[in-house]
């Protein structure tokens, strides 16, 4: 059964940068893809980001792609989302979510394609 723990959240000025991280235990990395979504108060989940099984592939949605990346460590198995010039719009509570699958696999930022998520961290950007 895998397991998804994000950390790396906090209190951050507007423009200023953050990075989270997701660790994965139950698969590796070369198995499994990982999505990075939101969701702020009242507001519809959002997808962000993600990464793909294997080579690593990524995806982003229009509204972080020139501001987030997505990235992975194999060896640590662990995901990571840089997110850089952070607005009062990206607060949120943030997650990961992940689902086995085989080799070559490409992500989405569809959350319905994934089965197995983190139990969120807080991002409020505010000066």
């Known amino acids: 059964q895998a397991q998804l723990v994000e950390s790396g959240g906090g209190l951050v000025q507007p423009g200023g940068s953050l990075t989270l991280s997701c660790s994965v235990s139950?698969?590796?990395?070369?198995?499994?893809?990982v999505g990075w979504f939101r969701q702020a108060p009242g507001k519809e989940r959002e997808g962000l980001a993600c990464?793909?099984?294997?080579?690593?592939?990524?995806d982003y949605s229009d509204s972080v792609k020139d501001r987030f990346t997505v990235s992975k460590d194999n060896a640590k198995n662990t995901v990571y989302l840089q997110m850089d010039n952070l607005d009062l719009d990206d607060t949120a509570s943030y997650y990961c979510?992940?689902?086995?699958?085989?080799?070559?696999?490409?992500?989405?930022?569809?959350?319905?394609?994934?089965?197995?998520w983190g139990q969120g961290t807080q991002v409020t950007v505010s000066s």
């Open positions: 979510a992940g689902r086995g699958v085989v080799l070559f696999t490409l992500c989405t930022t569809r959350a319905s394609d994934y089965d197995v």
């Open positions: 139950g698969f590796t990395l070369d198995y499994y893809v």
């Open positions: 990464i793909s099984s294997t080579d690593g592939r990524t």
